[in-house]
């Protein structure tokens, strides 16, 4: 059975800190997607990536399929960046699987 | 703007009653999903479906029934066989089946009283 694990599952940081949050998948997978859920609830698609590294803005976002490990950086961070942030992986021709997120909380 | 819209955002039940959650994209999106997230958990596949008429049970489907007469439209019912029905639901889709980029509603939550 495959599983997602995040880790953290709480961080609290202060504003300007770099933040990484991990991800950790058992099974071979065809893309890893990392998702933002603010706190009204909604979701949106921050990354899918199947190597190497995606960056956008401040969020960059690794992979290593030989590890099975995902990361999520955050630089500078600020109070905005306060949200759940879920990864998940996609079996290929399969469904996805969904960590359980990581509740964080920046500080200004 | 293109985007998923989902209604209603909060919406109470009496134990017994049948509920239907609206799910509406205009992103000319194939498939569409519903999820079920409840607190310290990963969001769970209820149903999905790849095509008009045509949708699949995910990994939670007892208690619920979906349909699918537009692209446009999943509708999903969260019926009195649900046992534990009190969740936060979210509805997705994606160009194709399982590819590229998950686009979300703003999500639905029920509450059983």
């Known amino acids: 059975k495959n599983e997602v694990e995040q880790s953290p599952q709480n961080l609290t940081a202060q504003e300007g800190e770099f933040i990484t949050i991990n991800c950790s998948y058992s099974?071979?997978?065809?893309?890893l997607h990392w998702l933002q859920q603010h706190p009204g609830g909604g979701i949106v698609s921050l990354f899918m990536?199947?190597?190497g590294k995606k960056k956008h803005g401040r969020l960059i976002a690794t992979i290593n399929i030989q590890e099975k490990h995902s990361s999520l950086h955050i630089t500078a961070s600020h109070p905005r960046d306060s949200a759940v942030y879920i990864c998940?992986?996609?079996?290929?021709?399969?469904?996805?699987?969904f960590g359980a997120g990581t509740i964080l909380r920046v500080k200004s | 703007d293109g985007g998923i819209t989902q209604s209603p955002k909060y919406l109470f039940r009496k134990e017994g009653q049948n509920v239907t959650l609206s799910c509406e994209q205009n992103l000319n999106h194939d498939a569409m999903y519903w999820y079920r997230q409840d607190p310290g958990q990963g969001l769970r596949l209820i149903y999905y479906s790849q095509i008009v008429n045509d949708f699949q049970k995910g990994d939670i489907a007892e208690g619920y029934s979906v349909s699918r007469e537009k692209k446009e439209s999943f509708p999903l019912t969260v019926t009195s066989a649900q046992k534990n029905p009190t969740a936060f639901y979210l509805c997705?889709?994606?160009?194709?089946?399982?590819?590229?980029?998950?686009?979300f509603g703003e999500g639905s939550r029920l509450t059983v009283l």
């Open positions: 990536l199947s190597s």
């Open positions: 997705a889709s994606s160009i194709f089946k399982n590819t590229g980029e998950l686009f």
């Open positions: 099974v071979g997978i065809s893309a």
């Open positions: 998940a992986e996609e079996e290929y021709g399969n469904k996805l699987v």
